[in-house]
Structure formats: structure tokens, C-alpha cells
């Protein structure tokens, strides 16, 4: 018999059961029953009928009462299931329940299937069939439903997952479609700026592994100093080479806020969102001298009188010393190189061409030549002949002799 026909006849059924009940308790009896008879209580499509048997096979009883056995329908023994073709003992009442098998259908992971079982509900039908819902499966509807003829469900089996985190990795099982979902159900949250390897929104990948990035940002205002500038002017009131703070220069300050990313706690980028001046520097304005003051010194060839002392760094050089191939006693000024001829810088010889100096350990010398200097420095170059000649590498005090010339340089440079 179908099992939807048998469910829709249910009632025919059970309208039988009421009346061999009533023929049995109502047709004429012998004063002495047979010794082997037994009373059975009968279960079956919700409702109960007692009659007595004597038989002692379970499927006898179910024909007595005009239930026809299929192979899917179970039969419990006061509670217990039995195979309905095996004799039972003997009992004065025997209590059974017959259970119809329902054809219902399930849709595992995308495949249907069609399975049939005796059961009240759901989960007791899946697990008589071998499809017991595990931890972490996912059932379309409720393990306690009645199973009935006809009925629809979806399985989703559970699959392994780990899940990556700074803090640890985590081994899940679950049936989400989604890495979303799937983070959701093992109880990790993605918060702020967070995310996972794949998105959210990505199905679950082939391997079943996650990896959840923590993210945070700080934002810092940082500083920086902005440099001011140098400039000259004179002074009437210093002699020359004395120098004075006219306006004293000051450091400005610039502002940026900058924003950093951290993933799992390591910096992986840093932006300056915006920079402003909070500070404009103060350009520095030294003085320095213009006043010409004549001043006298002893010295060992004798007094001197001067108008300027520098300091300058003193080399030396001769006619076959001039760092070139072959020998030459010419100079810028036309006068023949020996002792007392020296040479200064092209800006310097311009200005101080023909004054007298004084140098101790060299002795009195004119401004007459040109050379190519060392920069940063304020450099002199000494004059010999070959035979005479002193090498000359030290800073020593220049002395620069009366008369001043009209025109005094009030920077030396």
C-alpha cells in the first residue's frame, strides 16, 4: 500500500479497528476460553483498539486488525522495537504500537534524496535512516517536527574550518555559506575597521582557513622646526670684524597630524592628512662693523700699526711650487714672485691690492697675487723664492698695515 494512500485511509482503518473490537467483545464466547489466549492493546493512526489473540506473532495481530505490514513500518513491544515476524512470549496483555513508515525528502548539501521511516519526528526519522543531524549542521526545520508523509527538508553538513587570529587560531565546524556567517557562528566578531582574508562576503574557501585582521588607527600631531635665515647688514657703531645680533633669528614650527594603521599591532602605513604653520621663523640679522680704528702692536721686527687683525689660514708657495708643470716668478699684480709677495682670493686681491700685511714668522708682505683660496676658509699664500722657501699650512693672525685704503671691505669673504 502507498504510504499517502495509507495515511489519507487512516480513518477506514481506524473506523475497522473500532469494529473487530466491538466484534470481538461482543461475539458469543466459549465458557472455557482456549489456555493460550492473550489480550492486545493496539496503537495505531492515533487511536486504540484492544482484542484477544491467539496467536504469538506481532504481524498476525496487525493482519487481525486490518493493518497490512510494510517493509519501512516499525512495531514496539511495550515500548520497545521488534521484528513483527518473530513469535513473542506469552503475556496476559500485550501492549503494542504500530508506527507507519512516512516517505519524506531531504536535500543534502544539493543532492536529494528520498527516504522513508517510522517515526513521530524529524530528527528520530533522520536518525533511523542513517542522516542524524551532527553538531553544526544545518536543518532546514525543527528536529522535533512531526514527520509526515510529503514532508521537505534541507541539510547542509557541517564542515571543518580554522580561523587565523593574532591572539590564536580557532578550529570551528559549520555550515555557513559565507565567511560572514561562518565568523559569526564561532562567536569572532569583525569590529571597526577589521577584516578577513576572504571578505566577509566571500563563500568559504576550498580549505576551510580564515584569517581575521585587527585593525586600528592612531592619530598624532607631530612637530618640526623650520629654519630661519642669516643676513648681514652694517654697523656703524662695531669696529671692523666685530659682528652683533641686530634681530635674533627664531626657530618656526610646523604642525602635521598624521594618521598610522596598525594590522595586529604592527604599523603598515602612516598619511599626513594635514600640515600647517603654527610658528613663522624670525630671520637673524647680524651686524657688522664698519669703523676703521687704527691700533699698534710690538712685534719682533718691530712696532706695527694696523687697522685690521684676521684670523687666516697661511699656505706658501715658490716659482717651481705653484702646482703646475714648469716654473714661473710672474704674478696677478706684474711684480717678480720671491719673499714679501703674497696672494689672496680674486675678491679679496680686488679690494686689498697693494696694501701692506703683516705676518709673525713670515714678516712684511704686499697684496700682489691671486690664487685659487680653500673654501670656507680666509686664505693667504705666501710667497718665496725656490731657495728660500718655508712651507706654510696653520691659521696665523694677518695683519693688514696703515694706510687704509679708501675703500675698506668691511666683509672679509
Request: hydrophobic share 45%; charged share 20%.
Given at each position: 500500500?502507498?504510504?499517502?494512500?495509507?495515511?489519507?485511509?487512516?480513518?477506514?482503518?481506524?473506523?475497522?479497528l473500532m469494529?473487530?473490537?466491538?466484534?470481538?467483545?461482543?461475539s458469543?464466547q466459549?465458557?472455557?476460553?482456549?489456555?493460550?489466549?492473550?489480550?492486545?492493546?493496539l496503537?495505531?493512526?492515533?487511536?486504540?483498539?484492544?482484542?484477544?489473540?491467539?496467536?504469538?506473532?506481532?504481524?498476525?495481530?496487525l493482519?487481525q486488525a486490518?493493518?497490512?505490514?510494510?517493509p519501512?513500518?516499525?512495531?514496539?513491544?511495550?515500548?520497545?522495537?521488534?521484528?513483527?515476524?518473530e513469535?513473542v512470549?506469552?503475556?496476559?496483555?500485550?501492549?503494542?504500537?504500530?508506527?507507519p513508515?512516512?516517505?519524506?525528502?531531504?536535500?543534502?548539501?544539493?543532492?536529494t534524496?528520498?527516504?522513508?521511516?517510522?517515526?513521530?519526528?524529524?530528527?528520530?526519522?533522520?536518525?533511523?535512516?542513517g542522516?542524524?543531524?551532527?553538531?553544526?549542521?544545518?536543518?532546514?526545520?525543527?528536529l522535533?517536527?512531526?514527520?509526515?508523509?510529503?514532508?521537505k527538508?534541507?541539510?547542509?553538513?557541517?564542515?571543518?574550518?580554522?580561523?587565523?587570529?593574532?591572539?590564536?587560531?580557532?578550529?570551528a565546524?559549520?555550515?555557513?555559506?559565507t565567511v560572514?556567517?561562518?565568523?559569526?557562528?564561532?562567536?569572532v566578531?569583525?569590529?571597526?575597521?577589521?577584516?578577513s582574508?576572504p571578505?566577509e562576503?566571500?563563500p568559504?574557501?576550498?580549505?576551510?582557513?580564515?584569517?581575521v585582521?585587527?585593525?586600528?588607527e592612531?592619530?598624532?600631531?607631530?612637530?618640526t622646526?623650520?629654519p630661519?635665515?642669516?643676513?648681514f647688514?652694517?654697523?656703524?657703531n662695531l669696529?671692523l670684524?666685530?659682528r652683533?645680533?641686530?634681530?635674533?633669528?627664531?626657530?618656526?614650527?610646523k604642525?602635521?597630524r598624521?594618521?598610522?594603521?596598525?594590522?595586529?599591532?604592527q604599523?603598515?602605513?602612516?598619511?599626513?592628512?594635514?600640515?600647517?604653520?603654527a610658528?613663522?621663523?624670525?630671520?637673524?640679522?647680524?651686524?657688522?662693523g664698519?669703523?676703521?680704528?687704527?691700533?699698534?702692536?710690538?712685534t719682533?721686527?718691530?712696532?706695527?700699526?694696523?687697522?685690521?687683525?684676521?684670523?687666516?689660514?697661511?699656505t706658501?708657495?715658490?716659482?717651481?711650487?705653484?702646482g703646475?708643470?714648469?716654473?714661473?716668478?710672474?704674478?696677478?699684480?706684474?711684480?717678480?714672485?720671491?719673499?714679501?709677495?703674497?696672494?689672496?682670493?680674486?675678491n679679496?686681491?680686488?679690494?686689498?691690492?697693494?696694501?701692506?700685511?703683516?705676518i709673525?714668522?713670515?714678516?712684511?708682505a704686499v697684496?700682489?697675487?691671486?690664487?685659487?683660496?680653500i673654501?670656507?676658509?680666509l686664505?693667504i699664500?705666501?710667497?718665496?723664492?725656490?731657495?728660500?722657501?718655508?712651507g706654510?699650512a696653520?691659521?696665523v693672525?694677518?695683519?693688514?698695515?696703515?694706510p687704509?685704503?679708501?675703500?675698506?671691505?668691511?666683509?672679509?669673504?
Open positions: 500500500m502507498n504510504l499517502n494512500k495509507r495515511t489519507l485511509a487512516a480513518g477506514v482503518v481506524f473506523l475497522a469494529a473487530i473490537g466491538a466484534w470481538l467483545a461482543f458469543p466459549e465458557s472455557e476460553p482456549p489456555a493460550l489466549a492473550q489480550r492486545v492493546s496503537w495505531a493512526y492515533g487511536h486504540a483498539v484492544d482484542f484477544d489473540s491467539f496467536s504469538a506473532v506481532p504481524k498476525d495481530w493482519e486490518g493493518i497490512e505490514f510494510q519501512d513500518d516499525r512495531v514496539l513491544l511495550n515500548g520497545l522495537p521488534i521484528d513483527p515476524q513469535s512470549a506469552y503475556a496476559e496483555h500485550i501492549y503494542l504500537q504500530f508506527q513508515a512516512a516517505t519524506f525528502e531531504v536535500i543534502e548539501d544539493g543532492q534524496l528520498t527516504l522513508s521511516a517510522a517515526a513521530a519526528t524529524l530528527g528520530e526519522g533522520l536518525w533511523l535512516v542522516r542524524a543531524v551532527q553538531p553544526g549542521d544545518y536543518l532546514s526545520a525543527d522535533s517536527a512531526a514527520l509526515l508523509p510529503g514532508l527538508v534541507e541539510i547542509r553538513r557541517a564542515r571543518a574550518i580554522s580561523i587565523e587570529m593574532q591572539a590564536g587560531t580557532i578550529l565546524r559549520t555550515s555557513a555559506t560572514g556567517v561562518a565568523l559569526a557562528e564561532a562567536g566578531a569583525l569590529q571597526g575597521l577589521d577584516y582574508l571578505a562576503d566571500q568559504l574557501p576550498a580549505d576551510g582557513k580564515i584569517r585582521v585587527r585593525v586600528s592612531a592619530v598624532s600631531l607631530q612637530q622646526t623650520l630661519f635665515e642669516s643676513s647688514a652694517p654697523d656703524p669696529e670684524d666685530a652683533s645680533v641686530m634681530t635674533a633669528g627664531q626657530y618656526g614650527i604642525v602635521s598624521v594618521r598610522v594603521r596598525f594590522e595586529d599591532g604599523e603598515v602605513d602612516r598619511q599626513t592628512e594635514a600640515e600647517w604653520t610658528t613663522q621663523p624670525v630671520n637673524q640679522v647680524l651686524g657688522y664698519t669703523q676703521v680704528v687704527v691700533k699698534s702692536a710690538e719682533p721686527d718691530g712696532v706695527i700699526e694696523y687697522y685690521r687683525a684676521v684670523e687666516m689660514y697661511a706658501s708657495y715658490s716659482p717651481c711650487r705653484l703646475i708643470d714648469g716654473c714661473s716668478t710672474a704674478t696677478s699684480s706684474g711684480a717678480k714672485l720671491t719673499k714679501g709677495i703674497v696672494a689672496l682670493t680674486l679679496l686681491y680686488r679690494a686689498l691690492r697693494g696694501s701692506r700685511v703683516y709673525p714668522g713670515y714678516g712684511f697684496v700682489a697675487d691671486v690664487g685659487g683660496g673654501p670656507g676658509r686664505w699664500d705666501l710667497g718665496y723664492s725656490d731657495d728660500d722657501y718655508v706654510w696653520k691659521y693672525t694677518v695683519y693688514f698695515l696703515t687704509a685704503p679708501a675703500s675698506v671691505p668691511p666683509l672679509l669673504q
